[in-house]
């Protein structure tokens, strides 16, 4: 928590001590969040990732309509993963065409809503092609989707694997070429490939190793698509330390290993937009939760500090990630 300085001994965030952030909240429990932290993370990955690469914010990591705003002025796009996000994507101004709707159980509605605005679909399944391009017909719209594959190779050691072995999530890379002469009989503005592995990952030889395969598939595909590849998203992975003993990521040899791998892509997909997707590695370490001592009470002689909020505003923030408890 370096980012949070102790003046005294109160913690600060943005320069502003907890207890008048407190009083200007009006209450406890809160959230607070630096945007200065935020902006430090998105330049520390422009000072260090290859300039080709575009760095796009996934929604879904915080949907805060204040935080959203501040990311669409950093970064190069947004990922969103419903309607209500999608409608807080374009409220930021963000030209559509920078704006993905990825996930498997997208709605008619949803998929109304994103072809209407002309946001770009992650095509997570062949029924979803089908749908797509019914209502993309019935609204005499041309809809603008990527294949999001689900790659036959995963992130080792990430915390979760998005990718590898039956996955709900994309299209499994042999079918893809199948799906793709499809989707060149129907009137669908083709943009490119969407090829995520996993996530949460401190290791950078595991993810220079995904990245590697990423770039290798994403070329093997390209051989069968309708059209030029104008967007690849190679998706992040990229963790952040959230217990004792953990490493931060170090992103230089990860950045040297994509420096050969966007060279290789200029000259095998020489229109298309290189995208880094990341969500908890932009914001994941900008904001605490505040809540307020209650009551002392021990029990069987260890001292327990109860406190107005916990696991039931947010699991992750009471220190449970999920396990079983």
């Not at 422009?46 to 915080?62: D, E, F, G, M, V």
């Not at 309509?65 to 190069?76: E, I, N, R, S, W």
Request: proline share 6%; glycine share 10%.
């Amino acid at each position: 928590m370096d980012q949070f300085p102790i003046n005294g001994d109160c913690l600060e965030v943005g320069g502003i001590p907890l207890p008048r952030l407190a009083a200007r909240a009006g209450q406890t429990p809160f959230y607070v969040y630096d945007r200065g932290v935020m902006t430090n993370s998105v330049n520390l990955l422009r000072r260090t990732l290859p300039h080709q690469i575009s760095l796009h914010y996934a929604i879904k990591a915080n949907p805060m309509p204040a935080v959203v705003q501040h990311m669409a002025g950093l970064t190069d796009g947004l990922d969103v993963a419903s309607l209500g996000e999608m409608l807080a994507a374009l409220d930021t101004g963000i030209a559509p065409g920078k704006i993905s709707f990825a996930g498997p159980g997208k709605s008619d509605r949803e998929l109304r809503s994103a072809i209407a605005a002309s946001v770009i679909i992650n095509l997570e399944s062949a029924g979803e092609l089908e749908r797509i391009a019914a209502i993309g017909e019935a609204l005499s719209l041309t809809p603008a989707v990527s294949v999001r594959v689900n790659p036959d190779f995963e992130l080792k050691s990430s915390g979760m694997k998005m990718g590898g072995g039956p996955k709900p999530f994309g299209v499994d890379a042999e079918q893809v070429p199948q799906l793709l002469k499809r989707l060149g009989r129907l009137n669908i503005d083709f943009k490119g490939f969407h090829i995520f592995s996993g996530s949460q990952n401190l290791r950078p030889e595991a993810i220079i190793e995904a990245q590697t395969k990423t770039f290798e598939l994403a070329f093997r595909l390209a051989d069968d698509a309708p059209s030029s590849i104008t967007w690849l998203n190679i998706g992040g992975g990229f963790g952040i330390p959230y217990f004792a003993g953990e490493t931060r990521l170090d992103l230089i040899p990860v950045a040297e290993n994509l420096e050969k791998l966007v060279a290789d892509s200029s000259a095998r997909l020489p229109e298309a937009e290189i995208i880094i997707e990341l969500g908890r590695y932009l914001v994941g370490e900008a904001g605490i939760y505040v809540c307020e001592i209650v009551d002392r009470k021990e029990s069987r002689g260890e001292l327990f500090l109860v406190t107005n909020g916990g696991l039931h505003h947010h699991l992750a923030a009471s220190g449970n990630f999920g396990q079983v408890i």
